[in-house]
């Protein structure tokens, strides 16, 4: 068996709704088997899995609390014990927005444990399985917000901004031992996080003049941990219709 012929395992974490679900099924496609996670296992997940099989790969669900390091570790630990994943994608993510002033220590905290420490309570205990296989990819999703900064969104452009300052780091240290990791920032995506936002508001501020899909995202993160893209290690790679330039 060469490592073309190889069949590749990926962990999506938050990989069950919006755009994890599109990753999941576009990585699914590409011939990885797959281990999407959610807080708890629903019709969502369960659909996902029946869809995924349907493409002639294995799908199995992981219910995880990014926020709980313990019991993360312990899960990753238990199901990676063998073998490291080939990729690992950290989408999950969460928004409460609201003005600074009038933010609460709950809206701060919630965004910030599952945003940001709910990247380290995932990712890191993979790391060293990865480089003692000395290979993998790691693809982390930001935002524009984190990019930019964001208005009512002072917590959850503070956490996206940490992912990104994260993966650049990240690839510093391991990207001689043959591991990629990059960041995936998207714009204003049509899903269900984005369903409240005025479009008469938000569309004359994209250049492309419309939202962008989740498809569209999954396409960069395929690439992200496809052939095409060895080269390309420690980026924050734009899906955004030129909304930041």
Not at 60 to 71: F, K, P, Q
Request: charged content about 25%.
């Amino acid at each position: 068996m060469t490592m073309d012929d190889k069949i590749r395992t990926a962990l999506i974490a938050g990989g069950c709704r919006g755009i994890g679900r599109e990753i999941t099924l576009r990585l699914a496609k590409d011939g990885f088997d797959v281990m999407p996670t959610c807080r708890k296992r629903g019709p969502e997940a369960e659909s996902l899995a029946e869809e995924v099989r349907r493409l002639g790969r294995e799908c199995r669900i992981l219910e995880l609390d990014v926020r709980d390091r313990e019991s993360t570790k312990k899960t990753l630990d238990e199901v990676f014990a063998d073998d490291a994943p080939d990729a690992v994608i950290y989408n999950a993510g969460i928004a409460k927005d609201n003005l600074f002033v009038f933010m609460d220590g709950a809206q701060w905290d919630d965004v910030l444990e599952t945003n940001l420490q709910g990247f380290f309570n995932t990712v890191q205990p993979l790391v060293f399985g990865m480089l003692a296989k000395r290979g993998g990819r790691i693809v982390v999703i930001s935002s524009a917000s984190g990019q930019t900064g964001q208005a009512g969104q002072v917590n959850y452009s503070a956490s996206k901004a940490g992912l990104i300052g994260a993966v650049k780091a990240l690839a510093r240290e391991v990207g001689r031992k043959g591991i990629l990791v990059n960041a995936v920032a998207p714009g204003v995506i049509d899903t269900e996080m984005t369903q409240e936002i005025p479009k008469e508001m938000v569309l004359p501020l994209i250049p492309l003049r419309r939202f962008g899909s989740a498809a569209e995202v999954a396409g960069v993160v395929s690439f992200l941990c496809g052939s095409d893209s060895t080269y390309i290690h420690g980026q924050v790679i734009a899906v955004n219709g030129g909304l930041v330039i």
